[in-house]
């Protein structure tokens, strides 16, 4: 039984993961903010009798401290982990600051992202093809990022910190698949297509009708589920990987630049020490 670890597992894709990998007869650990969420997967685990290989953390992981919390949970209770999924993310059409200070699509998209990678690579290490599956948008260029403003405290709209954030996971994948760093873990940077989920948000009028839109086209997620399925299953033999709608992606683009990858991985080193003592 492989244990399968899925941010964001309450809604949408990483919901419709959950429940696969559950039915399948592994040990699925769900993270997200909405407890009431997280009872609604605890209980249908229940009705198909998988209540015991099925676990709820609640976690506002918008802030480090609630990641750090759970990181200390899972070691706890899972020594081993053969899958970590990363699809929590929560857009904002206007700006938030977090309460330790991080934009709040910086904080989550990312550095949750960042946090949660790094801070389960003992137990990942211990697993049989063990691999991160950060589901966002990868290989649009390393233009978009303001490496002088993270938070765009200057300039905020809600695509831009979106898109913004899927560059930034890009560049974590680079450095996290380093081979000199020689984690076991296989990195797979993955664009879904447009799926219709929760897309969870807090939109203006404007942002709210194209969000209703993009839905109408979009595929239903469980189109999307059966290639994350297959790669999860049988991960790639590289240690980064980037697939857009089950195609895979070349890495020789400027968004995979290592020399960018080593400055942002140093820049949220940085950020994470002076902001928080991380
Ligand atoms: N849908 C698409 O068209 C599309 C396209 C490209 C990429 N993607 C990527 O695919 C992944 C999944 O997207 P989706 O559309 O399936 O998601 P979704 O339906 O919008 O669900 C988002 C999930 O994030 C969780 N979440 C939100 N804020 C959180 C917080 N502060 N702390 C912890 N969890 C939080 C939500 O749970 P709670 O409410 O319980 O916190 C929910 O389970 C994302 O990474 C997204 O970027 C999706």
């Known amino acids: 039984m492989r244990t399968i670890v ?7 894709i990483g919901q419709a993961l959950a429940h696969h990998y559950l039915e399948r007869g592994e040990e699925v650990v769900v993270l997200s903010s909405d407890p009431v969420k997280g009872e609604a997967f605890l209980d249908r685990a229940r009705r198909t009798g998988a209540a015991d290989r099925a676990h709820y953390l609640e976690a506002d992981l918008s802030l480090v401290s609630e990641n ?9 209770r899972f020594p081993v982990v053969h899958a970590l999924v990363l699809c929590a993310r929560y857009f904002r059409s206007h700006r938030t600051v977090t309460p330790e200070g991080f934009e709040h699509n910086f904080a989550l998209y990312y550095l949750s992202r960042y946090l949660l990678g790094y801070g389960l690579v003992e137990q ?8 991160i599956m950060n589901i966002a948008g990868p290989g649009a260029g390393a233009a978009g990022i303001q490496w002088h403003d993270f938070g765009l405290e200057h300039g905020y709209d ?3 910190a979106m898109f913004q954030g899927g560059r930034l996971n890009d560049l974590l994948g680079v450095s996290f698949a380093d081979p000199a760093r020689g984690h076991r873990a296989r990195y797979v940077l993955l664009f879904p297509g447009g799926t219709r ?5 807090d939109f203006d009028p404007v942002t709210a009708f194209q969000v209703e839109q993009m839905k109408l086209a979009a595929q239903p997620v469980e189109h999307a589920v059966p290639p994350i399925v297959h790669i999860i299953d049988s991960p790639p033999r590289e240690p980064l990987s980037a697939f857009v709608e089950g195609m895979p992606l070349s890495l020789h683009r400027p968004a995979f630049d290592r020399g960018a990858a080593a400055r942002l991985d140093a820049v949220t080193r940085k950020l994470l020490s002076d902001r928080l003592g991380v």
């Open 6 to 12: 899925i941010t964001g597992g309450t809604s949408g």
């Open 68 to 76: 750090q919390r759970v990181l200390k949970e899972i070691a706890a």
């Open 124 to 131: 990942m290490d211990k697993a049989e093809q063990p691999v």
């Open 158 to 160: 809600g695509w831009s």
């Open 197 to 201: 989920t929760g897309f969870a948000g």
